[in-house]
């Protein structure tokens, strides 16, 4: 089975800390994401990336950003946390051919 | 702009009975469709699709409904079980563009004992 990791279930980070959220997934995949998901909101897609260093803005990329240097790797970057970017984060991979997403079981980050 | 919709944020259920989930969505240019399944603390799983040249697909007790011109899709739990008590997302994907899916908001199931 496909496996996607997030490094951490749960953080608690400082308003203004810089904070890197991890995802390694371990299939070969091309595509990865990085949704959030906020009650009443569903899934939103922050940032996704097709390839090793390729990265295309989602939804709501404000205050956010991605970095890709190798393909299991996907990294979700809070440059500056605040406390509306406290939510789940998930993240997914996909094979280029593949309609469906492997997620990962997602990290609780609260802002404080 | 939300192009796929869950309108019912919740739902109880019997156990024994049927589970209807209802998503509707607003751009034709979606050609396949997903149903997720979240329990809390976990990502969503897949739990079954259907593309837009059919109109229907099973997978054992679930089936899911597609209705294009009301661009309306459902999924059928039947019978319901304590254990499909979770969250159901629909999600869509767009025939050309990015590759990404679009989610709704979210049913939380209740199946109740």
């Known amino acids: 089975d496909v496996k996607v990791t997030q490094s951490s279930r749960y953080l608690v980070k400082r308003t203004g800390e810089k904070v890197f959220l991890e995802c390694v997934q371990d299939m070969d995949h091309e595509n990865m994401f990085w949704y959030r998901q906020d009650p009443g909101l569903g899934l939103r897609l922050i940032y996704f990336s097709y390839d090793v260093k390729m990265k295309e803005k989602g939804d709501i990329p404000e205050g956010y950003s991605v970095s890709r240097e190798k393909k299991e790797r996907f990294s979700l970057i809070l440059e500056s946390a605040s406390t509306n970017q406290t939510s789940m984060y998930l993240c997914?991979?996909?094979?280029?051919?593949?309609?469906?997403?492997?997620f990962g079981s997602g990290t609780r980050l609260t802002v404080v | 702009d939300q192009q796929v919709k869950q309108n019912s944020p919740s739902l109880s259920v019997q156990e024994g009975r049927i589970s209807i989930l209802n998503c509707d969505y607003t751009n034709s240019m979606f050609d396949y469709f997903l149903w997720y399944k979240k329990y809390p603390a976990e990502g969503p799983t897949f739990l079954i699709s259907?593309?837009?040249?059919?109109d229907k697909n099973e997978d054992g007790r679930f089936t899911v409904f597609l209705n294009k011109s009301a661009k309306h899709l459902s999924l059928h739990i039947v019978p319901s079980q304590p254990g499909d008590s979770a969250v159901y997302f629909c999600a869509a994907r767009r025939i050309s563009g990015a590759n990404n899916l679009f989610f709704g908001t979210g049913t939380r199931l209740t199946v109740i004992p």
């Open positions: 997914a991979s996909r094979t280029g051919g593949d309609y469906g997403y492997t």
């Open positions: 259907i593309s837009s040249i059919k």
